[in-house]
C-alpha cells in the first residue's frame, strides 16, 4: 500500500510539472507572445556587465604594473577614456536598446489590459501594465520600437504571435479604420443640420 501511494505521488507531481509552464501565471492573463531573443539579450547584458565588472577590478592593478600613473596627462587620459568606454558606455547602450525587448506579452480579455514583461537595468523581470488604448504606433518606423505603451517604448516581434488576432488587437488593427463613432456622430448631426 506504501509503495502505491509512493508512486502515485510521483506520478501527479511529474503531471502537474508538465503541465503546468514555468510561464503560466494566471494573474497576468493569458500568454500571447514569447520573445525568441530574450535568452541572447540576457546573455550579452550579463557578459557586458561581468566585463565591466573586471575591468573596475583590473583597472589599479593595471596601473601599477604599467607605471601609467607616471606617464603623462594625455596618456592617462586616452586610458581612462578607452577603459570607460568598455566600463560604462557599453553596458548604458545595451540596455538603452534592448530595455523594451518584450519576454513575455500576457492579456487579460474580461479587462482588455496587457502585461509586458522585459528587463530592468539588473537583468531582473520587469511587469509593465497597459491598456490597449494606451498603446501608440510609431510614426515613422523605429529600429527598436514597435510600440509605445504609454509612453515606454516596446520591441516586439509580429511573426512569433501564435494567433496573428492577438497581434493585430494588441495594434489596434482589428478596429475600423473608416469610421470611428464620434466621425459617425459629427455626419449625423451635419445631415439634421
Given at each position: 500500500g506504501f509503495i502505491f501511494q509512493v508512486t502515485t505521488f510521483q506520478g501527479a507531481a511529474v503531471r502537474?510539472?508538465?503541465?503546468?509552464?514555468?510561464?503560466?501565471?494566471?494573474?497576468?492573463?493569458?500568454?500571447?507572445?514569447?520573445?525568441?531573443?530574450?535568452?541572447?539579450?540576457?546573455?550579452?547584458?550579463?557578459?557586458?556587465?561581468?566585463?565591466?565588472?573586471f575591468n573596475l577590478f583590473m583597472m589599479p592593478y593595471i596601473m601599477l604594473k604599467s607605471g601609467i600613473g607616471v606617464e603623462s596627462l594625455l596618456v592617462q587620459a586616452a586610458f581612462y577614456g578607452l577603459i570607460g568606454i568598455f566600463t560604462f558606455v557599453t553596458p548604458v547602450t545595451l540596455h538603452i536598446l534592448t530595455k523594451g525587448y518584450v519576454i513575455r506579452l500576457y492579456y487579460k480579455d474580461e479587462v482588455d489590459t496587457y502585461t509586458a514583461i522585459t528587463y530592468n537595468a539588473i537583468l531582473a523581470e520587469k511587469v509593465t501594465v497597459f491598456h490597449q488604448k494606451d498603446v501608440k504606433i510609431p510614426d515613422i518606423t523605429k529600429m527598436f520600437t514597435t510600440f509605445y505603451a504609454k509612453t515606454k517604448s516596446m520591441l516586439v516581434n509580429p511573426t512569433l504571435f501564435p494567433?496573428?488576432?492577438?497581434?493585430?488587437?494588441?495594434?489596434?488593427?482589428?478596429?475600423?479604420?473608416?469610421?470611428?463613432?464620434?466621425?459617425?456622430?459629427?455626419?449625423?448631426?451635419?445631415?439634421?443640420?
Open positions: 502537474s510539472l508538465s503541465t503546468s509552464s514555468p510561464h503560466d501565471h494566471p494573474e497576468h492573463g493569458r500568454l500571447v507572445y514569447k520573445g525568441n531573443l530574450a535568452k541572447t539579450v540576457l546573455g550579452v547584458k550579463f557578459f557586458s556587465y561581468s566585463t565591466s565588472i494567433n496573428p488576432q492577438d497581434y493585430n488587437h494588441l495594434m489596434g488593427y482589428d478596429k475600423s479604420s473608416f469610421f470611428k463613432f464620434e466621425d459617425l456622430e459629427e455626419v449625423k448631426k451635419a445631415d439634421e443640420r
